[in-house]
């Protein structure tokens, strides 16, 4: 249900058993759009006092935040058509030529010297 600013007796409505006017008790794009179109005016408190206290709750949030709620909740629209890779074929079908797979070499390990010391037994006989 979109919410506007020009009708707050359905937003104290809303507010009255609700926590934020985004469906499911989490405050979304809907607390967001809302608080924006008050251009930082709070509403009046004696009329609509579940709007009141909501937008100085919705005010402790940055306004960063606040702007990507609404950027989520916007539709991305694209112009380009999707392009189709190998990796969403599952089940390889052949209507494209097979690619070699490219060889992977592992990098040569460079062996190191084998460490040697010298040892002398001296023996002594007496």
Do not use: C
């Amino acid at each position: 249900m979109p919410f506007t600013a020009t009708k707050p007796e359905e937003i104290e409505a809303h507010l009255a058993n609700n926590p934020y006017l985004t469906e499911g008790g989490l405050p979304g794009a809907d607390d967001a759009r809302v608080y924006f179109e008050l251009n930082g005016v709070a509403p009046a408190q004696d009329k609509t006092p579940n709007f009141h206290f909501w937008f100085f709750f919705v005010r402790s949030w940055s306004d960063d935040l606040l702007q990507s709620w609404i950027a989520k909740a916007t539709p991305a629209t694209t112009t380009e058509a999707p392009k189709k890779s190998d990796e969403d074929d599952l089940f390889g079908d052949d209507d494209a030529p097979a690619k070699p797979a490219p060889k992977v070499v592992p990098p040569k390990k460079k062996e190191k010297p084998a460490a040697k010391s010298i040892v002398v037994f001296e023996v002594k006989v007496y």
